[in-house]
C-alpha cells in the first residue's frame, strides 16, 4: 500500500466546489465559480498546470506520454469499496482509477545533439491549436480578466495544400487580388462570394437589403451543395470548406463524412474569419497564438481564480470518492494525504472514470463510460480518435513565415484520407531555442493505423521521406528545398467528452479542431448546469471593452 503523501492539512475542509485537474474548461469552471463568490478548491495530482492542455518542456513531454503505458486500457466492472472511515459511519468511499487516454505513442530523435538545451522547450500536448482574433474564447478572456496574465503573437500565413503545393489562403480584398496562385476568374467568384455573405449578415443588421439575404432553404442545405449552386470551381470550394470554414470531414463524399457543415454554420465561419482578420493592430493575420505555449491559457484562468480567493494544491491526487452510506450522493474527496474534503459539487479531469453511485445495489455500481457519449446506445459507436504529430525542424517550412497554418483537405494526401490535416509551424513563440521549429499536427480519424498514415503523409509533403520504427532512427536524407527533421512524437488521443451526474461532473478532452469554440460552448453549459443558468463571467462596468489589444507589443 503506497505511503500518504506528507503535506499540510488543507484548510477549511469543506467548499462549494473542489475541481480536480487544472485542464483548460476545469480552469475556466474554477475561475467563474470563484468570480460569482463559491468558494473552491483547485487540486491538480501533476506538478504543472495545463492537464491535457498543457505546455511542457521536452523530457517532461516524453515522460508524461511514456507514464500513460502504464494506466490499464480496460477499467474494472465495478468500483473497490473501501471500509467506511468517518465517526459517524454516514458515508463510504470508492476507489477513483484512471483511465488510459493516450495510445500507439511513438517518440523519434534524430538528431539529439540538436536538441539541447531540452528546457528551452514548450511544446503543446493538444496542438495544434490557435485564436481567431474574434473568437468567443478572446472575448471570455477579455471579460474574465485572464488577457492580462497572457501575451500572444500572430500567425503570419495560412496556407492550403492543394494540387500538391502550399498556396496562400486569402482572407481579404487585398489578399485576393496579391494572389498569384489565383486567375482573374477565380479572384472574381471569390470576390463576389465574400460579398454576399456579406451582404446576407449586413441585411440581417437591419441595413436594408433584404434582396441579398441568402435563403431559410439555402441556409439549411449542405453547405458544399450551395457552394456548388453558386458555381464556384474546385479549388475556390476546398478554401471555403476546409481553409476557412474549418470543415473536419469530405463535404463532397456525403457517405463518409460524419458531420456534414450546413450553409448556416459556413457562412457564420466565414463572418468569425473575416471579423477577426484586423481586429487588434498588432495581429496581421486572423489567428492569434499564445506566447510560451497554449499551457498559458490554463495557467490565466487559474490566476483569475487565485485572486478571487481559490485555493490551489499540485501534487495532490485523489485517491477515493465519498458518497452517502445509502450511495444516493455524493459527499467529498479522499486525497493522497489521506484528508477527507468535503463539497457541494465534483468536478473532475477526463482522464478519472467517475464511479456512479445513483444505485442502493452494489451489483449494479460501475463505472460511467467515458466513450464520447453519456448514452449507453452511443457507446455502441465507434469511438473517433485525434491523430497529433509534433516535430522539431531545423528550419522553416516556408523562408519568410516563421508562424503560419497549414490545412491539408480530405484525400489531398491519399485516397483513404477522409478528414482535414491540420498543422501550425511555430518558431519566435519562446517554445523553441532560437533557430528551431515546431510543428503540431492532428486529424479526426477511426483507427490509429488511419491517423497515422495520415500525419505521415503530411509530414512527408513538408519534410520528405520520413522511416521511423523507434527512438534510435537515423537522420533522415538532407533535402535542398525541405527542413531537417530533428524530433517527432506521434500518438492518439481519445476524444472523450464530460459525464454529468447530479453532483459530480467530470469535463472533456481536447477536440481535434483548431480553434476552442465548442470547448467554450461545453464549458459554458456545464457552468449554468452547475450553477443555475447563473453567468459565466458576467460583465461589469469595469470590465475591458471589446478594443482592448489581446496581443501586446514586443
Not at 470548406?241 to 463518409?256: C, G, H, K, T, V
Not at 498559458?296 to 485523489?318: D, I, N, S, T
Request: overall charge negative.
Amino acid at each position: 500500500m503506497e505511503e500518504p503523501i506528507c503535506q499540510p492539512l488543507i484548510e477549511p475542509s469543506f467548499y462549494d466546489l473542489v475541481v480536480v485537474g487544472t485542464g483548460l474548461p476545469e480552469s475556466i469552471l474554477a475561475a467563474g465559480a470563484s468570480a460569482i463568490g463559491k468558494s473552491v478548491l483547485h487540486l491538480d495530482p501533476n506538478g504543472f498546470y495545463g492537464s491535457h492542455f498543457s505546455s511542457l518542456s521536452l523530457h517532461p513531454f516524453i515522460q508524461f506520454l511514456e507514464t500513460q503505458q502504464n494506466i490499464p486500457s480496460q477499467l474494472p466492472e465495478h468500483p473497490t469499496v473501501i471500509a467506511t472511515s468517518s465517526p459517524s459511519d454516514d458515508y463510504s468511499s470508492f476507489s477513483i482509477k484512471s483511465r488510459r487516454l493516450y495510445s500507439e505513442i511513438e517518440i523519434c530523435t534524430f538528431a539529439p545533439e540538436a536538441l539541447e538545451p531540452s528546457r528551452s522547450f514548450s511544446l503543446d500536448l493538444s496542438g495544434p491549436r490557435v485564436l481567431l482574433c474574434a473568437d468567443p474564447m478572446v472575448d471570455l478572456m477579455l471579460k474574465s480578466g485572464a488577457s492580462h496574465h497572457i501575451e500572444f503573437k500572430s500567425i503570419d500565413g495560412n496556407f492550403i495544400y492543394i494540387d500538391g503545393r502550399l498556396s496562400p489562403v486569402p482572407d481579404s480584398r487585398e489578399a485576393i487580388f496579391k494572389d498569384r496562385n489565383l486567375g482573374l476568374t477565380e479572384k472574381s467568384q471569390l470576390m463576389r462570394f465574400f460579398k454576399l455573405v456579406h451582404e446576407h449578415f449586413s441585411s440581417s443588421e437591419g441595413d436594408g437589403q433584404e434582396g441579398r439575404r441568402i435563403s431559410e432553404d439555402d441556409l439549411e442545405s449542405p453547405f458544399y451543395k450551395f457552394l456548388r449552386k453558386q458555381r464556384l470551381p474546385a479549388k475556390i470550394k476546398s478554401i471555403i470548406l476546409y481553409a476557412i470554414a474549418m470543415a473536419d470531414y469530405d463535404q463532397e463524399s456525403p457517405e463518409d463524412c460524419k458531420k456534414l457543415l450546413r450553409t448556416k454554420d459556413g457562412i457564420e465561419g466565414l463572418a468569425l474569419y473575416h471579423a477577426s482578420v484586423g481586429r487588434f493592430p498588432n495581429a496581421l493575420g486572423a489567428f492569434i497564438y499564445p506566447i510560451y505555449g497554449q499551457g498559458e491559457l490554463p495557467q490565466a484562468f487559474c490566476r483569475c481564480a487565485a485572486v478571487k480567493g481559490c485555493l490551489y494544491v499540485l501534487r495532490m491526487p485523489v485517491t477515493e470518492m465519498l458518497v452517502s452510506k445509502e450511495r444516493s450522493h455524493y459527499k467529498g474527496v479522499r486525497l493522497a494525504s489521506g484528508q477527507d474534503i468535503f463539497s457541494h459539487q465534483l468536478l473532475m479531469d477526463p482522464s478519472i472514470a467517475i464511479p456512479s453511485f445513483v444505485s442502493s445495489s452494489m451489483s449494479d455500481l460501475k463505472y460511467e463510460e467515458f466513450d464520447g457519449s453519456n448514452s449507453g446506445e452511443a457507446s455502441k459507436k465507434k469511438v473517433t480518435k485525434v491523430a497529433r504529430g509534433v516535430c522539431i525542424t531545423s528550419v522553416s517550412v516556408m523562408a519568410d513565415f516563421p508562424n503560419l497554418l497549414i490545412v491539408f483537405p480530405p484525400r489531398s494526401l491519399h485516397a483513404k484520407q477522409l478528414t482535414s490535416v491540420r498543422a501550425i509551424q511555430l518558431s519566435n513563440m519562446l517554445i523553441c531555442p532560437p533557430g528551431l521549429c515546431v510543428l503540431y499536427f492532428a486529424t479526426l480519424c477511426d483507427s490509429g493505423i488511419l491517423g497515422k498514415k495520415s500525419l505521415r503523409a503530411a509530414m512527408k509533403a513538408l519534410f520528405g521521406p520520413i522511416v521511423c520504427e523507434n527512438s534510435e532512427s537515423s537522420l533522415p536524407e538532407s533535402h535542398e528545398t525541405k527542413p531537417t527533421l530533428l524530433w517527432s512524437a506521434m500518438y492518439i488521443q481519445e476524444l472523450a467528452e464530460g459525464v454529468e451526474l447530479d453532483d459530480v461532473n467530470s469535463c472533456f478532452m481536447p477536440d481535434g479542431t483548431l480553434h476552442y469554440r465548442e470547448l467554450l460552448k461545453s464549458t459554458t453549459k456545464l457552468f449554468k448546469k452547475m450553477f443555475l443558468q447563473e453567468e459565466l463571467f458576467p460583465e461589469t462596468a469595469a470590465d475591458a471593452t471589446d478594443d482592448e489589444p489581446v496581443e501586446r507589443p514586443e
